[in-house]
């Protein structure tokens, strides 16, 4: 009997026991968890903080890292390296942590809501440039060497300054020129790029440590010089310019050496055929042999300059050898004499094409452009020869001839009807050559087609026209 009393006694303490510390738990307050910073890289750290009721003292606090896992003790305070954390979850990088914290007061209080921590792989890739050195229309090859361990979503590819290349691919193939726009530079440079890769944690993307810098040189390269000579008139000189340019380049032509530009142009458009910017210089034939005159040398080159950097000038174009012109342009020249025409005193000069044909007649002198082909004058006992146009639009050099028997050696008049024939002559003849040396050449040969017309009436003879 005296045993079942002690028996219930225990029991029913127990029961009270119980009671009191469920009673006691349930009014134990919720701490409040928090992290700083919520992401770091794997070599950082971040600060757990689990903020117990005030009117309660405890320590220490524990922190459970697995929902429904064992608490693991440390002060309520308390600083943990990334690597710290993924020992405790048993992960590597990258990952999601969730943290929760609980004091104990007879018994655990509830956990507190829970708090993510990303941490970050601390490995940054190695970039590799192949070649380092290229020219502006070349490409060079970026490898992003990202950590096996690490699950990487992309790599980006970063100038210093400031440009960024978006890749899933983590190598990339960019031309000269691409780097140079995304790091703003046009003239020839040194661009440095580094890398980085980054890693996707549900729908958030997290960056790795940038890789180390790598430097690829940039040559600019020289623009190309071309031309069309059209004889006697004027040069085109084209100046095609490599993948930097755009619509705002300015072109310099410079003859020889001379350190002063002939002319500067602005860029127009692109060749179709190889979709290349090019200027344009129209130079006349004068005013090329003029400059070349003062340079002393005969050759042409050009160069150009961003309309954005005015002062960043490529480098020139090979020189092009304009002997050719220069000695095709001199022969014409030195074939083309001037010519004089004499008449009662007066005399003209006129530029001459080569092989020129001079009659004489009584003092007077007449020449006229000759053609490449060129028409024999027909001499009769007393005649005449008349220049006319060619089938190629140049005059043939004609001339007139007046033929005197030999015993006629003083010009002199036998009679007054002679006397007034020829005096009819020598007007008419004066008329004609001053119609002629001023380029009236079918005036002419009307007139003089109508005066011998009349004599032949009178029975005289006269040399026909010929054509």
């Known amino acids: 009997m005296l045993f079942s009393f002690i028996m219930a006694g225990r029991l029913l303490l127990l029961v009270l026991m119980y009671s009191f510390s469920k009673m006691k738990a349930e009014a134990l307050l919720q701490p409040k968890l928090t992290v700083n910073p919520p992401v770091i890289w794997e070599t950082e750290t971040v600060t757990l903080d689990c903020q117990t009721p005030s009117s309660v003292n405890v320590s220490p606090c524990y922190f459970r890292v697995v929902r429904g896992g064992p608490g693991k003790s440390f002060p309520c305070l308390q600083t943990l390296t990334g690597t710290e954390l993924l020992l405790l979850v048993n992960q590597s990088s990258p990952a999601e942590v969730k943290v929760t914290c ?62 960024t290349v978006n890749s899933f691919s983590c190598r990339q193939t960019l031309t000269g020129t691409k780097l140079l726009s995304l790091a703003r530079q046009s003239s020839s440079a040194e661009v440095e790029v ?26 600019i390269q020289k623009p190309q010089m071309s031309l069309t000579h059209f004889q006697g008139d004027q040069v085109l000189f084209a100046c095609t310019l490599p993948g930097s340019a755009n619509h705002d380049t300015s072109c310099n032509l410079y003859f020889g050496e001379a350190s002063d530009p002939v002319t500067t142009t602005t860029i127009k458009r692109k060749r179709s055929s190889n979709n290349q910017w090019f200027c344009q210089f129209y ?49 014409m020249t ?103 040396g001023c380029g009236v050449t079918v005036g002419a040969v009307w007139l003089v087609s109508a005066f011998f017309c009349n004599k032949r009436r009178t029975g005289e003879n006269y040399v026909d026209l010929f054509v």
């Open 102 to 163: 609980f004091y104990l007061v007879i018994t655990s209080s509830p956990d507190s809501d829970a708090s993510s921590i990303i941490i970050r792989p601390s490995l940054p890739p190695k970039l590799t440039v192949n070649p380092p050195v290229i020219n502006e229309t070349d490409s060079v090859t970026l490898i992003c060497q990202t950590p096996s361990s690490v699950p990487v979503y992309q790599c980006n590819f970063y100038t210093l300054g400031g440009g």
């Open 194 to 219: 580094t890398c980085f890769y980054t890693v996707k944690l549900g729908e958030k993307m997290y960056p790795s440590p940038h890789s180390d810098t790598s430097s690829i040189t940039i040559r």
């Open 283 to 331: 130079v006349t034939i004068d005013d090329l042999l003029r400059r070349l005159r003062v340079v002393q040398q005969s050759d042409a080159s050009c160069d150009y300059s961003l309309g954005s950097e005015p002062n960043s000038l490529s480098p020139r174009s090979d020189g092009y050898s304009l002997t050719d012109i220069v000695e095709k342009e001199s022969r």
């Open 334 to 436: 030195q074939t083309m004499p001037t010519s004089t025409m004499t008449t009662a005193g007066l005399t003209v000069s006129r530029p001459h094409a080569p092989a020129p044909v001079t009659p004489v007649t009584s003092g007077l002198t007449v020449s006229r452009p000759l053609a490449s082909t060129l028409v024999t004058p027909v001499k009769r006992t007393s005649g005449w020869t008349i220049g006319t146009p060619s089938s190629t639009g140049s005059f043939i050099s004609t001339s007139l001839t007046s033929v005197k028997p030999a015993s006629d050696t003083s010009m002199t008049p036998t009679n007054p009807e002679s006397t007034g024939e020829m005096t009819a002559k020598t007007w008419i003849l004066k008329y004609v050559a001053v119609a002629v």
